[in-house]
């Protein structure tokens, strides 16, 4: 009895981790969109690189510094929006630099928050994540040609404007963090997120990111896989004969115990 309940138990959890997840595709884009193109900057749901099993990744491009892309999701700037910065509990994505890039070797998909402050009178204002601000006194490479799944963002180095932004690496502990509330007050809230392309980068870049995770408090975490297709439901017939299989196994194991 104690091991069906725990079965059980373990299917609700399962169902209720997939429950949060968010497919998004090229035909239904669940309130994500490109902005803030320019230049020869392009950003797309492709198959050209997909993480694990699945038929796709956010694909980001450029050829030099004045290409800009991002891929931004949001709410209107009023309200709530996605939750209160500071209970935020959850912030991760996945990335993977080709090695076909040719800008700086620091360079991976930029990821950001729009936050709005009224304790601050602040309406707009992004935090900004990349990789370079992560390492003290140095610019390290990033890999290449392989994903790097769960970036945790949460205890990572951040900028909020360029007067903090050029000094955030080489002026290491100018750079802002989750233990100060990012430098806003505990009025604020993120009401957007965006992946993109960094500014002045030099040369190609190639790039790819997937399964964005956000969440607040004790609530459950939304997580946005970008593929280029819904993966096919089984027929019905299928999950009968699935179904028909276990309890032959379970049929068989009850036959074992009772020899």
Known sequence: ????????????VAASHAAAQTIVTPSNLQGWAPNFISAFGTVAITATQPRGAGTGSLELTGTGSADRTRYAFG????????????????????????SSSTTSAWHVPVFRLTIADPGQQINFFELVWEYEYQFQNSLNSAPTNQWINNQDLLEGNWYRGASVGFGCTTLYFSCLRRSTNWGFSADAYVYGISIGTGGGWADAFNGFADDVRIGFGTAPVTSFDFETQVAVIPEPSTYALLASGLVGLFAVQRRRRRA
């Open 75 to 98: 709410t209107p700037r009023n309200g709530v929006g996605l939750g209160k910065l500071n209970a935020l509990s959850t912030l991760s994505f996945d990335w993977f630099r080709s």
């Open 1 to 12: 009895m104690k091991k069906a309940f725990f079965t059980t138990a373990l299917l609700a």
